[in-house]
T-cell receptor
Framework: NAGVTQTPKFQVLKTGQSMTLQCAQD?????MSWYRQDPGMGLRLIHY???????DQGEVPNGYNVSRSTTEDFPLRLLSAAPSQTSVYFC??????????????FGQGTRLTVV | AQKVTQAQTEISVVEKEDVTLDCVYE???????LFWYKQPPSGELVFLIR??????QNEISGRYSWNFQKSTSSFNFTITASQVVDSAVYFC?????????????FGTGTKLQVIP
């Protein structure tokens, strides 16, 4: 049982390049989310999904796309990377514990630098 | 809109001292959940506790304890007899149930340094 797996762990991109951050979970969780962590800002929600085929925007969605074709995978796409997207990205998954309660599990994070 | 405020940016204590990390939240939801996470220097996020808005009982887990007070919208975290391994950034987070969304709002974190 691997939990939440993010790849890659580190990535350097040039401005304008595109890439996909991968996130996979093997816990059959309904909910998956992407956050970015910037110094002094805490974690901010980028996009989230409440199930396969359903995604929605979070607090800072601009410049990112997501899709959820399976329960297990929730990739995050940067279409044209910008230096402002330099950050640490965390993927999370969660499930109901009855009465709407959830327990969240986070991946190890991806440190992205855009030069 | 919901908001989490962790006013303490950095705290330094000497090992074995007690330390309290403050968390104040804002939400219009009547049902909501509060969380604490620990982020050690290695960078991963470690879940510590979840509390729902209907349960104001304080909780103790070893050297960790949490004080939830709805009257002051606070969910403070105390570490008793701190240890060097407690050095980390601690995040308080809030999830409300409005609109059926599952959005978690994080505070900006408190960096705790425990000096041996």
């Amino acid at each position: 049982n691997a939990g939440v797996t993010q790849t890659p762990k580190f990535q350097v991109l040039k401005t304008g390049q595109s890439m996909t951050l991968q996130c996979a979970q093997d816990m059959n969780h309904e909910y998956m989310s992407w956050y970015r962590q910037d110094p002094g800002m805490g974690l901010r929600l980028i996009h989230y999904s409440v199930g396969a085929g359903i995604t929605d925007q979070g607090e800072v969605p601009n410049g990112y796309n997501v899709s959820r074709s399976t329960t297990e995978d929730f990739p995050l796409r940067l279409l044209s990377a910008a230096p402002s997207q330099t950050s640490v990205y965390f993927c999370a998954s969660s499930y109901f514990l009855g009465q709407g309660d959830t327990e969240a599990f986070f991946g190890q994070g991806t440190r992205l630098t855009v030069v | 809109a919901q908001k989490v405020t962790q006013a303490q940016t950095e705290i330094s204590v000497v090992e074995k001292e007690d330390v309290t990390l403050d968390c104040v939240y804002e939400t219009r939801d009547t049902t909501y959940y509060l969380f604490w996470y620990k982020q050690p220097p290695s960078g991963e996020l470690v879940f510590l506790i979840r509390r729902n808005s209907f349960d104001e009982q304080n909780e103790i887990s070893g050297r960790y304890s949490w004080n939830f007070q709805k009257s002051t919208s606070s969910f403070n975290f105390t570490i008793t007899a701190s240890q060097v391994v407690d050095s980390a950034v601690y995040f308080c987070a809030l999830r409300g149930d409005s609109g059926g969304y599952q959005k978690v709002t994080f505070g900006t974190g408190t960096k705790l340094q425990v000096i041996p």
